[in-house]
T-cell receptor, first 113, second 113 residues
């Protein structure tokens, strides 16, 4: 399967713990995006990368959130000191370039107890 | 701020009925428009997209959408739905001076045999 992959698919953690998610984009896709989706809502943009450069961050991305794409391939999204309000589905997408179709991964469902 | 409105939150149809899902966006500039579908237990998949040219675009599985610039709309249509069309449908807009997708809240479609 050459689509976008995300790991883990599910994560349950206790409030205050740190969690890290990984996204592997479609190979040769330069752009990588993170979105968050809560129940009954559409995905909301968090941040995106052009190769290894983080080009935009949403106001939704508090200081507890950090994303990296160190070699311009896979990306990680870390949430420090998780809160119950962080419970959501975290989606990753990739595209060839700006304005191109974004292809989504299966998501990581985070539950913070 | 840019936004996308999907006025139908939950639609219930019988097989062979016609479908039209509304999508309106608020942005006066150039946009790319998308419909994504999420089948139960699966990830977001592209249904169709509009970048430029013919405002009537055809997608997979018999779906089509019409871009009406004067109405800021991109409604999704299918003349005859099938049980397998049961899914959640998301309209999304890509504003070309950014690179993020702005999603509507989604429409849940249930088709009964």
């Amino acid at each position: 399967d050459t689509g976008v992959s995300q790991n883990p698919r599910h994560k349950i953690t206790k409030r205050g713990q740190n969690v890290t998610f990984r996204c592997d984009p479609i190979s040769e896709h330069n752009r990588l995006y993170w979105y968050r989706q809560t129940l009954g809502q559409g995905p909301e943009f968090l941040t995106y990368f052009q190769n290894e450069a983080q080009l935009e961050k949403s106001r939704l991305l508090s200081d507890r959130f950090s994303a990296e794409r160190p070699k311009g391939s896979f990306s990680t999204l870390e949430i420090q000191r998780t809160e119950q309000g962080d419970s959501a589905m975290y989606l990753c997408a990739s595209s060839l370039g700006g304005g191109d179709t974004q292809y989504f991964g299966p998501g990581t469902r985070l539950t913070v107890l | 701020a840019q936004s996308v409105s999907q006025h139908n939150h939950h639609v219930i149809l019988s097989e062979a009925a016609s479908l039209e899902l509304g999508c309106n966006y608020s942005y006066g500039g150039t946009v790319n428009l998308f419909w994504y579908v999420q089948y139960p237990g699966q990830h977001l998949q592209l249904l169709l997209k509009y970048f430029s040219g013919d405002p009537l675009v055809k997608g997979i599985k018999g779906f089509e959408a019409e871009f009406i610039k004067s109405k800021f709309s991109f409604n999704l249509r299918k003349p005859s739905v099938q049980w397998s069309d049961t899914a959640e449908y998301f309209c999304a807009v890509n504003v070309l001076n950014t690179d993020k997708l702005i999603f509507g809240t989604g429409t849940r479609l249930q088709v009964f045999p």
